[in-house]
C-alpha cells in the first residue's frame, strides 16, 4: 500500500463536551471496508463504560483488534496523571523507538503509576462503582432538566449545560464552587479562534 493510500479515523469514545458516544462498532466495519486505522481516545469511557467501567474500548468488543488503538488517561477516573496508548505491539513498539514527544520526555513519576494502579484496583474490586457513575450522571440529568434547564443527555457520565453567553458560564461555575460543587466552563473563545472583525 502506497503512503498517499494509508488512512486513519481518529474519534473520541465519549465527546468532552456534549457527552456523546461515539459508534464505534460502526466506525471499525467502515474502517476495515476501506482498509483504515482506528485510534480511539477513551479518556472519558475509561471507568465509565464496559464491563466494570473497563472503557468504551472494550464495551464495543475493540479489545485485541489489530487495527485499532487506544488512548486513556489516568487523570480522569482513575484520579492520578499521565495516559497509555493500548493497541498491537508493533504500534506500541513504534511509538517507544520513534515519537520524539516520548523519546525526549520525562518518565511518568512512580507515585502517579502507582496511585492509577491503586485506582485500577479499586474498579476491578468494585465494579458497581461505574454503573453508580452513570446512575449519578442520570440523576443529575433528571433534576436538571425537570427545573426547565436545558442538558445534553449523559451517554457515559459527561453533561453539558449550554450558557446564554461566555461570562454567563463563568458566572455559574462561580456560584457552583461557592456552593462546593466544581464545574468547569469551556469558553467559546479557548474552543474556537473568533475571527478577526473587518
Known amino acids: 500500500m502506497e503512503l498517499s493510500e494509508r488512512a486513519l479515523v481518529v474519534t473520541e469514545s465519549v465527546f468532552s463536551v456534549d457527552g456523546d458516544i461515539a459508534p464505534l462498532p460502526e466506525l471499525h466495519r467502515i474502517c476495515r471496508e476501506r482498509n483504515a486505522g482506528l485510534l480511539v481516545g477513551d479518556a ?6 464496559g464491563p466494570g467501567g473497563a472503557g468504551a474500548f472494550r464495551a464495543a468488543g475493540l479489545l485485541g483488534e489489530p487495527d485499532v488503538v487506544a488512548t486513556v488517561t489516568l487523570s480522569k477516573s482513575l484520579g492520578a496523571q499521565g495516559g497509555a496508548v ?15 514527544t516520548f523519546i525526549f520526555d520525562t518518565g511518568l513519576a512512580p507515585a502517579c503509576a502507582g ?25 443529575l440529568h433528571k433534576g436538571l432538566s425537570e427545573t426547565g434547564i436545558r442538558v445534553s443527555d449523559p451517554g457515559a457520565a459527561v453533561l453539558s449545560i449550554p450558557a ?28 474556537t479562534p473568533t475571527p478577526a472583525s473587518a
Not at 472519558?44 to 463504560?49: A, F, R, Y
Not at 493500548?86 to 515519537?99: K, M
Open 44 to 49: 472519558h469511557g475509561l471507568g465509565v463504560i
Open 86 to 100: 493500548l493497541g498491537p505491539r508493533r504500534v506500541i513498539d513504534h511509538l517507544t523507538q520513534t515519537a520524539r
Open 115 to 139: 496511585a492509577a494502579l491503586a485506582a485500577l484496583d479499586v474498579l476491578l474490586a468494585e465494579p458497581e462503582l461505574a454503573d453508580r457513575v452513570q446512575h449519578v450522571a442520570k440523576m
Open 164 to 191: 446564554s453567553s461566555p461570562d454567563q458560564a463563568v458566572e455559574w461555575a462561580a456560584n457552583c464552587r461557592a456552593n462546593g460543587v466544581v464545574v468547569g466552563a469551556s469558553r467559546h473563545r479557548s474552543l
